[in-house]
């Protein structure tokens, strides 16, 4: 599975840098999202790392483009997302999840259990 | 990108079948076969259901089945189960971006 790490308290405009390390298998050729989910609400796709084969690029949804970065180490199979300049509108679990682009199937397999990021003064 | 339109409540009673709206354009759901669906139970991550419109992961029952008809899928969960009661959420791949959109989840009810 994937087990997040990092979520917690901060206040806006400050940063908070995510963690997700996959448990019994490795990253290998998958490509991998993330999505949050606000306090109440429903999913929303943040952003995508592509595997090795589409150059390891990103992309990002609007709300977040310029203030959050997706990385990932294959070497110690971990994968990151930096969030910096948070809002209050940035509250929400984030899950990271194996899959979307053009790998087995197009869609997001595999979960984590998701970690609370909070933003408050 | 608008996110997808989904009916906020289905109910059901045991052993019934039930079917969910997905409704999106052109763009998303009628432009590519690529729409997933997403089981939530409450305080638990989303489980993966459906892919590529009508796909089952292994593991998934048999009773959960996709479709597609111009620019709405469904999904239809039939012999109604009260481990079935959860929000479930339908994704679609857009090719521009953002490359996802999800829509709002509809809650289902087993009476």
């Known amino acids: 599975q994937l087990v997040e790490s990092g979520g917690g308290l901060v206040r806006p405009g400050r940063s908070l840098r995510l963690s997700c390390t996959p448990s019994g298998f490795t990253f290998g050729d998958d490509s991998m999202s993330w999505v949050r989910q606000a306090p109440g609400k429903g999913l929303e796709w943040i952003g995508l790392?592509?595997?090795?084969?589409?150059?390891?690029?990103?992309e990002y949804a609007a709300s977040v483009r310029g203030r959050f970065t997706i990385s990932r180490d294959d070497s110690k199979s971990i994968a990151y997302l930096q969030m910096n300049s948070l809002k209050t509108e940035d509250t929400a679990v984030y899950y990271c999840t194996r899959g979307g682009w053009f790998g087995d199937l197009m869609g997001f397999d595999i979960w984590g259990r998701g970690t609370m990021v909070t933003v408050s003064s | 990108q608008s996110a997808l339109t989904q009916p906020a409540s289905v109910s059901g009673s045991p052993g019934q079948s039930i079917t969910i709206s997905c409704i999106g354009t052109?763009?998303?759901?009628?432009?590519?076969?690529?729409v997933s669906w997403y089981q939530q139970h409450p305080g638990r991550a989303p489980k993966l259901m459906i892919y590529?419109?009508?796909n089952r992961p292994s593991g998934v029952s048999d009773r959960f089945s996709g479709s597609r008809s111009a620019t709405t899928a469904s999904l239809t969960i039939s012999g109604l189960q009260t481990e079935d009661e959860a929000t479930y959420y339908c994704?679609?791949?857009?090719?521009?971006?953002?490359?996802?959109?999800f829509g709002g989840g509809t809650q289902v009810t087993v009476l």
């Open positions: 052109s763009s998303d759901i009628g432009g590519y076969n690529y």
């Open positions: 994704c679609s791949f857009t090719g521009s971006s953002p490359p996802y959109v």
């Open positions: 790392f592509r595997n090795k084969r589409y150059g390891g690029t990103t």
């Open positions: 590529d419109v009508t």
